[in-house]
């Protein structure tokens, strides 16, 4: 005669303790690496609450975007995230929305200011919809012919030599792969 836990004590030391119920296995899985090189090539999504008038009550925003217009973060939904972040710290952000009509005038307002008036940190301070048309090749022209001019007039300030533009990334990646991976 034993205790339950000298018996299993017992058992452990010969090996013969194990799980004898089908158990569901956590399945490791890969996470997925895309790459956007061009417009209409990866597309990402993603779902927030804005706040309702009463109580406990929201409206759903989802969001479906180009990935090759927000790109350089990282994290769950990199690109949906951000501009969910942006969207609920402007100062003109309402805490909550009276009604679903409230929420979409806002939204149509937000979503047209953020693609055409916005410049992007990621983006080298271009809109999406310059990246997206390509019109930024053109813009970036302008930029550097502007630099060189503020270049001629005082070269001393610039101890690299001549500035030039930056022109948006060329790719973007969801879950890029580390280097030694990719070999």
């Known amino acids: 005669m034993c205790s339950v836990r ?12 194990a799980e004898r119920r ?17 417009p209409n090539q990866v597309w990402s999504l993603d779902i927030s609450k804005l706040r309702a008038a009463s109580k406990l009550t929201y409206f759903y925003l989802y969001v479906v975007m180009d990935i090759f217009s927000r ?13 969910f972040k942006t969207i609920k710290y402007m100062p003109t952000f ?10 979409r005038s806002f939204m149509s307002k937000f979503v047209k200011w953020c693609n055409e008036e916005h410049r992007h940190s990621g983006l ?17 022209k302008n ?21 030039s533009a930056s022109l948006a990334p060329e ?13």
Not at 124 to 140: F, L, M, N, R
Not at 144 to 160: G, H, K, M, Q, T
């Open 171 to 183: 790719a973007v990646w969801i879950n890029k792969p580390k280097m030694e991976e990719r070999g």
């Open 22 to 38: 089908q158990v569901a296995r956590s399945r490791s899985f890969a996470a997925p690496e895309l790459l956007a090189t061009g």
């Open 94 to 103: 309402p805490d909550r929305f009276g009604s679903v009509q409230e929420a």
């Open 124 to 140: 080298e301070y271009y809109t999406p919809d310059d990246v997206h048309t390509g019109s930024h090749v053109e813009k970036k």
């Open 143 to 163: 930029r550097d012919s502007v630099l060189a001019e503020v270049y001629l007039r005082n070269p001393i300030r610039f101890v690299n030599g001549s500035p």
């Open 6 to 17: 000298t018996m299993y004590r017992i058992l452990e030391a010969q090996g013969a303790v």
């Open 71 to 83: 790109p350089h973060v990282s994290n769950d939904n990199p690109f949906t995230e951000t501009m």
